[in-house]
Each structure stands twice: as C-alpha cells, then as structure tokens.
C-alpha cells in the first residue's frame, strides 16, 4: 500500500550542495520515491542522472566525515519545479539503508551536474522509440515520458517495464494513468501526442496480466504480436534501455541482432543504454 509524507516547513541548509525533501511516496518495502528542492541553476536534459546521497558516517581517525554519494536518474521533467527521484531499498546499502528513512523537512545532497546517455541527442530521428526498463530503471524514462519533445519527435512511443511483482508495477502504472489524465501534462504534451503513448508491463515471479521478461517476449515475437507492430527494424525504431546489467546485455544483444547499433552523446546512432541504480 503507497503511504504518502506532506511537507513540513523547510530547514535552513547545512550540508554543502544540500537540497530539502518536499515529498516521500513508499510503493512497496523495497520501493521509494521522493521529491527534493530543485537548484535554481540546475539545467537538465530529460533522462540524464545526477549524484545525489547523505553524509557518511566520521571516519574512525579523523573524525571527518565524506559524502556518500549514488548515480541517480532524475525522473522528473526538465519544466518541473522541483526533482524526483525512485529508489529501491536495500536493507544494508550503504546508501539506501539510510536513505529510506528520509522525510520531508530533511536534506540530501545533490551535485548539480547532470549527465548521461538517454537523451534525445544520442539517437537518430527514427519513428517509433522504445523505452525498455526493468525495476528502477523506469526512473529516467518517467521524466522522458513527461517531455512533450519525446512525442513531438516520434510518430509512437512504446514503453515496456518488466518486475518480478505486480506492487513493483505501481508507480510505473500511475505515470501513465497521471500523463493521459493531468491537465497540466495533456496541456503540454497535448491530446493528439498523448495518444501516440502505449505501456507494456510484465512481471516475471508473481500472476498478472502479461507474464515474462521483456527479453524472452521480443525473441518470440509476442510483444509484438500484442502490440499489433512490425518488429524492430533499424530504419523506423529507436530505442533506450535502463535496468540490471544482465537485462541491459541482453537487450543489447537482441536490438544489435536487429540491427540498430549503440549510440553516444557525441556520436547519434538507433539505442542507447544505461544501468539502473543498485545499492
Ligand atoms: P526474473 O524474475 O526472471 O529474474 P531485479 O529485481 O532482479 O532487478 O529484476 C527486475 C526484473 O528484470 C525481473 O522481472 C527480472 O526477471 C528481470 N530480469 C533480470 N535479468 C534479466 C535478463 N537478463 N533479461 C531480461 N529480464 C531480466
């Protein structure tokens, strides 16, 4: 059950590039969210990730303490004034351990320096993108997915998001309920553009509507038998994938046995990938 946190009145900084929780949303007891002060300065482009963590405990010696710091994936929208973040939660992660137990009122740290790979800049103008995540690795597509430049850029926008449990599902499920039904996002992103939007969930140890992962599901050709799609082909599909790393391998494998070929920042070309956040 999703527990929400209101905001309380905000502190005043006291760690170096602090930023203060407004919001925190618990999807399941290994799942997170949150919602932190944005930067005034901090310009990002929708799908990059920045390093954002708390204070490590004092160093035995010196008594001086470090930032612990993690790569996460904004999953906000460039236009939002604040930022968002998804976490899992691991019971002795350095950081998320910790990280969990935030509330709104506390600060983090964020080093404003977005960078990374999903971006629009790395892939060629294509038809069709696809946007392949399992568990957390939705988080930069959450922000992708609220971009009215993803749309305006392709004639259809597919997003698969594979979890072991249907509870892992939830937050992926209620940001494409919120893109087709906010105002605020049918207003920016528009009607006709929204409607290019289609979600394809499975999950892989627990009953739901569509089970398998992702991998097996494109081998087969079911995902696109499902969809009604022609399979993929390197003049209409682009694609970014963000998940485990054998999920990201494998994936790769099988777009390249497609014949898209991976792309960079510098160097545009049909997929991109990234790994999602482990602790
Ligand atoms: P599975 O349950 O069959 O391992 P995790 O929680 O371990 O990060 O996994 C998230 C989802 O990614 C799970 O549904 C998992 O399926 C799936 N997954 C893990 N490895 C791969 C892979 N190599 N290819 C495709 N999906 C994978």
Known sequence: ???????????????????????????TDKLFSFRVTRPQSLRFRSGEFVMIGLMGEPDAKTGKAKPLLRAYSIASPSWDEEL????????????????????????????????????????????????????????????LLRDPQTFEDYDEVILTHTCREVGELTYGAELIQSIKDDELLNELIGAENLAKLRYYPTTTREESPKMGRITDLMRSGEVF???????????????????????????????????????????????????????
């Open 225 to 279: 038998e499902d969809l009604g799609v022609e399979p993929i082909s390197p003049d209409r599909d682009r694609a970014m994938v963000c998940g485990n790393l054998a999920f990201n391998l494998e994936i790769k494998e099988i777009l390249e046995g497609f014949g898209l070929e991976e792309g960079a920042n510098s160097d545009p070309k049909h997929y991109v990938v990234e790994k999602a956040f482990l602790d």
């Open 84 to 143: 968002e973040f998804y976490s899992i939660k691991v019971q002795d992660g350095p950081l998320t351990s910790r990280l969990q137990h935030i509330e709104p009122g506390d600060e983090i740290i964020l080093r404003p320096k977005p960078v990374g790979t999903l971006v629009h800049d790395a892939l060629l103008p294509g038809k069709r993108l696809w946007l392949f995540a399992t568990g957390t690795g939705i988080a930069p597509f959450a922000s």
């Open 1 to 27: 059950s999703v527990t929400e946190a209101e905001a309380k009145p905000v502190n005043k900084p006291t760690l170096p590039d602090a930023q203060t929780v407004t919001s925190v949303r618990h999807w």
